[in-house]
């Protein structure tokens, strides 16, 4: 057990606790779906870290407090009064937070994630170095960055550039949330647990008798408690559809074709992807076409170099700021985008964020 006292209220947004060699995480900020604090990305490391050097450790499970969510990405409204009050706050936690996900990408001993609910952005983050990721039918999974007015980081460049066909690129581009079938489709999710099952899922966990390879083990249990298919994926119907508009050149293209079609079965779905399309930060939405096609070719640390490389230049150069002011701070759902559509955006601006890489 580890002996941590919880002495201040930023000790307990995470929870840590060791039980039949598997070390518990649990990101305890349900009232604000567990959203990811600078406080909590440290906490996270260091023990982890500490977990890492341990031999008595054999495995890592990570998961959300409450029923609504694993994490609903990184608590933004503190990184919108960082760069307010000109502090560092919001360029320290980018840079703690790619490094906390990397370092799980890459860690030795097996980590199970439980995307049990809402699962975005640094959500996202969290969980997909997992080797093992868990969904239910509470889950919820998106990168819904390009609605405030930013772009698919945590490693979002390189999970959704390797989904197959052009699925990354819809998912990214529009920031549409999927649920659990979807999830397994795109690769995103390993494993389908019916939530009612998670506390059987605890209760062998703690029984487990371990082998020589932890993750086998894990993979053992999970067969006999959940499946790694579930049929009639939605996106599966529509791939189609989306190879098609999603592989187009730009989202001017995108739009504009999506505006045209007669097909019956795909009208409804291509009109409300065109009136989503046009809600979003134009130049959130080119920058990510962008960010994701450039990440097909690259590693995983390039990946979250090219989006460090863009998080330094955003806060001043991007649409974040208003995104948050229209969606948080003063909540009148009205971002006044720049440029205001698709057609005022000029290529130039795009490439910009890239030069120097």
């Not at 990721?133 to 490693?155: H, K, Q």
């Not at 690129?169 to 489709?185: E, K, P, R, T």
């Not at 999603?246 to 007669?262: C, H, K, T, Y």
């Not at 460090?308 to 991007?318: A, I, K």
């Amino acid at each position: 057990m580890t002996a941590h006292a919880t002495t201040s209220a930023a000790q307990s947004d995470v929870l840590a606790q060791v039980r039949n060699h598997i070390g518990h995480l649990t990101l305890n900020r349900p009232a604000g779906l567990n959203a990811l604090t600078l406080d909590m990305v440290r906490r996270l490391q260091r023990q982890l870290d500490a977990w890492a050097a341990d031999p008595q450790v054999h495995a890592v499970v990570l998961r959300g407090e409450g029923p609504k969510g694993f994490c609903a990405g990184g608590d933004i409204r503190s990184l919108y009064d960082s760069y307010k009050s000109a502090d560092s706050l919001h360029r320290d936690f980018f840079v703690e937070e790619y490094a906390l996900d990397l370092s799980i990408h890459h860690y030795r001993k097996p980590v199970l994630a439980l995307m049990d609910g809402f699962t975005l952005g640094g959500g996202m983050g969290l969980a997909q170095g997992a080797d093992l990721r868990v969904v239910t039918e509470r889950s919820r999974l998106a990168m819904p960055e390009v609605g405030i007015g930013y772009f698919p980081d945590v490693g979002g460049s390189y999970f959704l550039s390797r989904i197959p066909g052009e699925l990354g690129i819809y998912l990214g581009v529009s920031g549409v949330q999927v649920q659990a079938a979807d999830a397994l489709y795109c690769g995103l999710a390993d494993w389908y647990l019916e939530s009612s099952k998670l506390a059987s899922l605890d209760e062998r966990l703690d029984s487990l008798s371990w082998g020589e390879r932890p993750l086998k083990d894990l993979q053992g249990l999970l067969a006999k408690l959940g499946t790694q298919h579930l049929d009639h994926p939605p996106l599966a119907a529509l791939r189609p559809a989306i190879d098609h508009f999603f592989g187009l050149p730009d989202i001017a293209s995108m739009i504009e074709q999506l505006r045209a079609v007669s097909v019956a079965d795909s009208h409804e779905w291509a009109l409300n992807t065109a009136d989503l399309l046009e809600t979003r930060s134009p130049l959130a939405m080119a920058v990510t076409l962008e960010l994701l096609r450039r990440g097909r070719q690259l590693s995983l640390e390039e990946c979250f170099k090219m989006e460090l490389h863009l998080d330094q230049q955003w806060f001043d150069h991007g649409d974040l700021i208003e995104g948050v002011r229209a969606l948080l701070i003063d909540k009148d759902k009205q971002p006044r985008w720049n440029p205001a559509t698709v057609a005022g955006l000029s290529r130039a601006r795009v490439d910009q964020f890239f030069e120097g890489l």
